[in-house]
């Protein structure tokens, strides 16, 4: 037998990234503009760095609380008191090691082998495998595509629903098609889940990237009652430029804590205790740090979708909310093969649209929370690019 044969078969079915392969081609090119992954071109700022610095050489290497340290646990408290307008307590809230690992804790605590969670596609690829992988069984709803928007057919969702149905896995705004549900989506959503007794994994780590007149996307704490089985995950990679330190957070019921804290404990024992200051600062200090990146980011998309549709040969509307313009090209039926060649004549990355699941295999996704100027630079590569397909 060979070595992959005798591996977990839910391992080996693990799929490669579709945009880990694309960054992969294309990494240390000279001139390369990346807009294939999820996060800006700025690194973490100054005040955080120091605070984690200053905690690393002070000492603070040991084994922590498995919930997150008390103070980070009352800066989220704090936080969604300014943003979300709601009173939670810290048992409310646990540090995880990334919103990856704050997604792939909600499908374990929800989902048990032979379960059904049902996400809407195109999506980001990292759910499908998390629910895939814990045993349960990942079923997707194409999102409806019609004059360059995306939207949600109620019915539809609901038709998904069988026996074996656990949870909805909702990501608003959403990555990568920008769709972002508005309250009464939420609404109906929610009945929807109350009406089947289903849980809610309710991702809202673009809410802050919102470009609908408002300071953050709706939410389900806009609308939800003690009692409704929702848990939020969320992370402070893209609002405080912190991709690279892994660290996120779930909102859940406090009867859940327990159960929470020993999946931390038997996955990864708890996020460093010198990160966990920076984020403790990030959150108390990092508003109008988040808000730059959010202006940076309004101006880029502006950018790069005004040039993209001016081509004519582009089929998109500017997102209501997230970082990325999900774009479906008249000439391109194979995105992967697409992206690939992109990256070699042009020097543009974007992540293939087959890399987000069903109805996503003619699109291409550019992420712009970058430099407007590199944007503008790279909107016209594309532009070009486009115009001799």
Same mark, same amino acid.
Request: charged residues 20%.
């Given at each position: 037998? +060979?070595?992959?044969?005798?591996?977990?078969?839910?391992?080996?079915?693990?799929?490669?990234?579709?945009? *880990?392969?694309?960054?992969?081609?294309?990494? %240390?090119?000279?001139?390369?503009?990346?807009?294939?992954?999820?996060?800006?071109?700025?690194?973490?700022?100054?005040?955080?760095?120091?605070?984690?610095?200053?905690?690393?050489?002070?000492?603070?290497?040991?084994?922590?609380? @498995?919930? %997150?340290?008390?103070? &980070? /646990?009352?800066?989220?408290?704090?936080?969604?008191?300014?943003?979300?307008?709601? +009173?939670?307590? #810290?048992?409310?809230?646990?540090?995880?090691?990334?919103?990856?690992?704050?997604?792939?804790?909600?499908? @374990?605590?929800?989902?048990?082998?032979?379960?059904?969670?049902?996400?809407?596609?195109?999506?980001?690829?990292?759910?499908?495998?998390?629910?895939?992988? +814990?045993?349960?069984?990942? *079923?997707?709803?194409?999102?409806?595509?019609?004059?360059?928007?995306?939207?949600?057919?109620?019915?539809? &969702?609901?038709?998904?629903? =069988?026996?074996?149905? /656990?949870?909805?896995?909702?990501?608003?705004?959403?990555?990568?098609?920008?769709?972002?549900?508005?309250?009464?989506?939420?609404?109906?959503?929610?009945?929807?889940?109350?009406?089947?007794?289903?849980?809610?994994?309710?991702?809202?780590?673009?809410?802050?990237?919102?470009? %609908?007149?408002?300071?953050?996307?709706?939410?389900?704490?806009?609308?939800?009652?003690?009692?409704?089985?929702?848990?939020?995950?969320?992370?402070?990679?893209?609002?405080?430029?912190?991709?690279?330190?892994?660290?996120?957070?779930?909102?859940?019921?406090?009867?859940?804590? @327990?159960?929470?804290?020993?999946?931390?404990?038997?996955?990864?024992?708890?996020?460093?205790?010198? &990160?966990?200051?920076?984020?403790?600062?990030?959150?108390?200090?990092?508003?109008?740090?988040?808000?730059?990146?959010?202006?940076?980011? =309004?101006?880029?998309?502006?950018?790069?979708?005004?040039?993209? #549709?001016?081509?004519?040969?582009?089929?998109?509307?500017?997102?209501?909310?997230?970082?990325?313009?999900?774009?479906?090209?008249?000439?391109?039926?194979?995105?992967?093969?697409?992206?690939?060649?992109?990256?070699?004549?042009?020097?543009?990355?974007?992540?293939?649209?087959?890399?987000?699941?069903? %109805?996503?295999?003619?699109?291409?996704?550019?992420?712009?929370?970058?430099?407007?100027?590199?944007?503008?630079?790279?909107?016209?590569?594309?532009?070009?690019?486009?115009?001799?397909?």
């Amino acid at each position: 037998m +060979s070595i992959i044969a005798s591996l977990s078969p839910r391992a080996v079915s693990a799929p490669e990234s579709g945009i *880990v392969e694309i960054i992969n081609h294309a990494r %240390g090119r000279e001139g390369l503009i990346p807009l294939w992954a999820g996060e800006g071109d700025l690194p973490s700022p100054d005040f955080i760095n120091r605070a984690a610095t200053e905690a690393l050489m002070a000492g603070e290497t040991f084994y922590t609380w @498995q919930r %997150g340290i008390p103070e &980070l /646990r009352q800066a989220l408290s704090d936080y969604y008191a300014r943003h979300f307008s709601v +009173s939670l307590p #810290i048992e409310h809230f646990y540090v995880t090691g990334s919103g990856m690992h704050a997604i792939m804790l909600a499908v @374990q605590a929800i989902a048990s082998p032979g379960d059904e969670v049902i996400y809407l596609s195109p999506t980001w690829p990292n759910i499908i495998s998390a629910i895939d992988i +814990s045993g349960a069984h990942s *079923v997707g709803l194409p999102l409806d595509f019609a004059g360059g928007r995306w939207s949600l057919d109620l019915a539809k &969702l609901e038709a998904r629903i =069988t026996p074996k149905t /656990r949870g909805l896995f909702i990501n608003t705004p959403a990555n990568p098609t920008g769709w972002t549900a508005t309250l009464e989506d939420l609404k109906n959503i929610l009945a929807l889940a109350r009406r089947h007794g289903l849980w809610i994994i309710a991702d809202e780590i673009y809410a802050r990237y919102y470009y %609908g007149g408002a300071a953050r996307a709706p939410s389900f704490l806009d609308i939800m009652e003690e009692g409704d089985r929702i848990i939020f995950a969320n992370s402070f990679s893209k609002n405080w430029s912190m991709t690279g330190w892994r660290v996120g957070w779930l909102v859940a019921p406090p009867e859940m804590g @327990q159960v929470i804290e020993n999946l931390v404990q038997y996955s990864n024992s708890g996020v460093a205790q010198f &990160l966990q200051r920076g984020a403790v600062v990030a959150l108390n200090e990092g508003d109008e740090f988040v808000q730059a990146n959010i202006d940076r980011a =309004t101006k880029a998309r502006d950018i790069l979708c005004d040039a993209l #549709i001016a081509t004519n040969r582009v089929e998109t509307l500017k997102p209501d909310g997230a970082l990325y313009a999900f774009v479906k090209v008249d000439g391109i039926t194979d995105s992967r093969k697409a992206a690939l060649d992109i990256v070699d004549k042009i020097g543009v990355a974007l992540a293939p649209g087959s890399a987000f699941g069903k %109805g996503g295999e003619l699109f291409l996704r550019a992420c712009f929370l970058r430099d407007p100027r590199q944007i503008e630079e790279a909107a016209a590569r594309l532009s070009d690019y486009i115009k001799r397909l």
